[in-house]
């Protein structure tokens, strides 16, 4: 009994000792899993341009020291890159997706992310301005792009106020460029449209009297497709056509005349960039026809409507402010419906010249700016008096989600809860009717620059008490400026020596010095001729 004890002890001493050295066999070694991702890159990129893309990467365990990994970036089957970091020269003009695949060389692991890299033109960059010029006795539309400076690592370079410092090109006559034909001559003005196509960078119609007269162009190419005059009725304009001014709507466009007269089409589909045709009768209201100035509206997607200031004929004069409609939504088909402003609930403030009436003041200038809401757009005004004095007014105008009724939206002012409609007398050291205007869009910068000559000046609209202040000094004289970039903090002017300039527009009731002021000026070498209009490239489609 005690040698059948003694052998059954040892059989479970030596199975134990054998179940305890197996134990190694069946561990795992810790996997140090990768996560690849692509933060804070722009897939849009230009054909023909270097395209630098840092992925970042994620560790399932904090420890990376010692991993061992070979990188290789490929479209489909061709390998483009083989570092960390893709350093690629975007050679198609098709949307493709970019894969990387990480190798762990110590275990054979592979991990795999991909994105997609739309290649476009230069054209929608999302820093850039088209200028509309003269020069040599024809029309130039040229480019004027912007980017931020990189050192050869690729991070970007800061100036002394910790602004990135810009590195800018200027691409003249970008017409012919892409055309291989002459614009035309006698240049009047820019003006964008969109429809819902994406993707999409929108349509610019260059106006001018001359040459083939106005044309619409790609704006991702800058291509012609048609000219104007095949979007009217007949294939024909109207006698005695002069365009001044247009706006255009998601679904309705306007033109203005010379003369006043507004021409207008409704589009027959907002999938297409062109489609119904404008009319040889102008627009009317009241059972007679229009005459009128448009207050263009903050280039956006959504536009809800667009202000006329109404004038009426030498025989019938009017001084009011109309509205187009743009609405169609269900059983709700407004658009082009031409309509009076209301009357506020407890009628107008003190001193506020009613918009349905402005009397014997002079409208100089008038210009939108944005409240956040594309359907309560707000509103600036520059009247001068019969006694010659000045005034600044202000509303912001809402029509209702789904139909056409229009309010003004209460607004806390001067501690009371009221209708937005604000006035004020101000004093101004230039001839405000002989200036160039111009509202900053953003709601982060609430200026309103104004130029007289060589001198820029702006008044805060959060506190329009304090008046007009000089603000920059140019080297030329100013033409026309642009504040539409969407944060506000750039304005684009230009001058007539042919050159641009790019100021700084953030926060300009606190700096004082012209260096920060101050972004970029284009330099002798540049000579755009007579500049006519110059305007932010916007593009976009209808969401």
């Known amino acids: 009994m005690k040698i059948i004890y003694i052998t059954f002890l040892f059989l479970v001493t030596f199975n134990f000792i054998c179940c305890y050295d197996d134990k190694g066999n069946y561990e795992y070694k810790q996997i140090n899993d ?11 990129q230009v054909i023909g341009e270097t395209f630098k893309l840092y992925p970042k990467f994620t560790y399932k365990y904090k420890d990376t020291a010692n991993l061992n990994l070979s990188y290789k970036w490929a ?12 350093v690629w020269q975007v050679d198609t003009n098709e949307q493709v997706e970019i894969a990387l695949y990480v190798t762990n060389i110590d275990d054979n692991m592979v991990y795999m992310g991909s994105t997609i890299v739309r290649p476009t033109s230069i054209y929608t960059w999302y820093n850039s301005y088209l200028v509309l010029s003269e020069k040599n006795g024809k029309s130039i539309l040229s480019f ?26 200027v691409y003249e006559d970008i017409y012919y460029n892409e055309n291989k034909d002459e614009l035309g001559s006698k240049p009047l003005f820019i003006q964008e449209h969109i429809a819902k196509i994406f993707p999409s960078e929108g349509h610019v119609i260059v106006f001018q009297e001359g040459g083939q007269g106005s044309v619409d162009l790609d704006g991702t190419s800058m291509k012609k497709d048609i000219l104007l005059v095949e979007s009217f009725s007949k294939g024909s304009y ?6 001044t001014n247009a706006e255009m709507m998601t679904y309705t466009h306007l033109i203005e005349n010379h003369d006043g007269k507004i021409y207008s089409k409704i589009k027959e589909s907002y999938k297409l960039f062109q489609s119904g045709y404008y009319i040889h009768t102008p627009l009317m209201f009241e059972n007679k026809e229009i005459r009128a100035h448009i207050i263009n509206s903050v280039l956006a997607n959504d536009k809800p409507y667009t202000l006329l200031h109404s004038i009426g004929t030498t025989e019938n004069p009017e001084n009011r402010l109309l509205l187009v409609h743009d609405l169609q939504f269900t059983d709700v088909n407004v658009s082009g419906k031409v309509v009076a402003l209301p009357e506020p609930t407890k009628g107008w403030p003190e001193n506020f010249r009613p918009l349905t009436d402005l009397g014997n003041c002079q409208v100089i200038n008038i210009s939108q700016y944005n409240t956040g809401n594309t359907k309560k757009p707000g509103y ?63 709601r982060q910068n609430e200026y309103i620059f104004i130029a007289y000559g060589k001198d820029i000046y702006f008044l805060d609209r959060t506190s329009p008490e304090n008046g007009i202040r000089h603000y920059y000094t140019c080297k030329a004289n100013v033409v026309d400026m642009d504040g539409r970039e969407y944060y506000g903090e750039q304005l684009f002017v230009g001058l007539d020596n042919g050159g641009v300039l790019l100021l700084n527009s953030n926060n300009a009731k606190n700096i004082t010095t012209n260096a920060e002021k101050f972004r970029w000026e284009s330099g002798p070498e540049v000579d755009l001729g007579k500049i006519v209009d110059v305007t932010l490239k916007v593009g976009g489609n209808v969401p």
């Open 34 to 44: 990768i996560e690849i991702s692509f933060p804070d890159y722009n897939f849009e």
């Open 75 to 86: 479209i489909g089957e061709r390998v483009i890159g083989e570092n960390r970091q893709l």
């Open 144 to 169: 004027v792009r912007y980017d931020e400076k990189e050192n050869a690592s690729g991070e970007t370079i800061y100036d002394e106020f910790d602004r990135p410092v810009l590195v800018n090109q």
């Open 238 to 243: 109207p006698a005695d056509f002069h365009p």
């Open 380 to 442: 600036t005004m520059f009247l001068k008096n019969s006694d010659g004095s000045y005034q600044y007014q202000a509303f912001e105008l809402e029509r209702e989600y789904s139909g056409e009724k229009l309010s003004y939206p209460k607004k806390t002012i001067a501690g009371k809860e009221q209708e937005m409609l604000i006035s004020f007398p101000i004093t101004s050291p230039i001839p405000l009717e002989e200036c160039v205007f111009c509202n900053i869009a953003s």
